[in-house]
């Protein structure tokens, strides 16, 4: 098989966002008929369904030879090969998508020897899209078209520990289980006085979509971000997109310093002088070990 054109996929890719956007922007967010997957909080719509039908049909049509994965239509025991292979989320955030909240995006990556080397996340309601080719930079391109570079600011501040970061984390749906104590856990010894024990983070974010908060690592408006129990459709995207901008992503346990892109726990930081001591330290907070994925 030919070696993938990845600036052709991705230019693709990008015109597939945007296709999916005005379907996005367009519905009425409704559960009807679709209602839940494993639980209440496990939400799927109409839209989402519709969303991954047309994506799904448009990368077969294009570029045939290639795998693909997809939230909708995952089925447990499916893996990720070494072969070519779109990884998709076509409502990334779609408990905001229910309630109206605008945290919402399309995450469409690509991956080659299970490694992501392309990704384009795109918010519909607020036209901003976010994108990177492996080796060729992560940009921002804003609702008046104008492309700016990740991250936003050239040289980022050191990152001097985790007192001074802004944290994303993700409750997930999963409510019940040792992992749910270590999350709570975590949270709690993240935001609590040195005092106390804990890391004294500026502040805890729980914003509802893994790809947004990649892409905010990326640019520079979070520190860092922490979650278990979400899966490669939710982070291929903006996996390449956080790397290009010169961020790391690692295990959500400490040690592991190079996590599959489907091992379902990820800890992300933004580009700064001091990033691998403050993953250390991230994983220090660590209250327990997190079975998701193992
Ligand atoms: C969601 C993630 C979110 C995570 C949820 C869920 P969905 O994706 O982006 O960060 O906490 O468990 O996986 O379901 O909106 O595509």
């Known amino acids: 098989m030919a070696e993938p054109n990845l600036q052709e996929v991705h230019d693709f890719l990008v015109l597939i966002a945007k296709r999916a956007g005005q379907m996005i922007t367009s519905a009425n967010p409704t559960t009807a008929g679709s209602g839940s997957k494993k639980n209440s909080s496990d939400l799927v719509t109409e839209t989402d369904r519709a969303v991954e039908a047309m994506v799904s049909s ?6 045939p030879s290639y795998s693909f994965m997809g939230e909708e239509t995952y089925k447990p025991g499916d893996t990720l090969s070494a072969a070519p292979t779109f990884i998709v989320d076509p409502i990334d955030g779609t408990t905001n998508f229910v309630h109206g909240h605008p945290y919402v995006s399309i995450s469409l990556g690509f991956a080659v020897a299970r490694q992501p080397v392309v990704g384009v996340v795109y918010n519909p ?7 990177a080719v492996k080796g060729q930079g992560a940009f921002l391109t804003d609702p008046t078209h104008s492309r700016t570079r990740l991250p936003l600011k050239a ?3 050191p990152l001097e520990g985790l007192n001074t970061c802004l944290v994303a984390v993700e409750w997930g749906s999963d409510r019940s289980g040792p992992d749910y104590d270590v999350k709570a856990r975590t949270f709690r010894k ?18 509802g979509s893994a ?4 892409c905010a690592v990326a640019a520079g408006h979070l520190d860092v ?11 291929c995207a903006g996996w390449t997109i956080l790397e290009e901008a010169g961020g790391m992503v690692v295990d959500a346990n400490p040690g ?9 726990r990820y800890l992300a930081v933004r580009k700064g002088v001091g990033q691998r001591a403050l993953i250390e330290e991230f994983w220090a907070c660590v209250e327990g070990k997190l079975e998701v994925g193992l």
């Open 225 to 235: 971000y922490w979650e278990a129990g979400c899966w490669a459709w939710d982070v």
């Open 125 to 131: 309601f607020t036209s901003t899209l976010y994108s």
């Open 190 to 207: 993240l935001c609590a006085s040195k005092d106390d024990g804990g890391a004294m983070v500026h502040s805890l974010r729980s914003l």
């Open 256 to 264: 592991n310093w190079e996590p599959r892109v489907d091992e379902r």
């Open 211 to 214: 790809a947004l908060n990649l």
């Open 58 to 63: 448009s990368m077969r049509a294009k570029y």
């Open 155 to 157: 040289e980022p501040e």
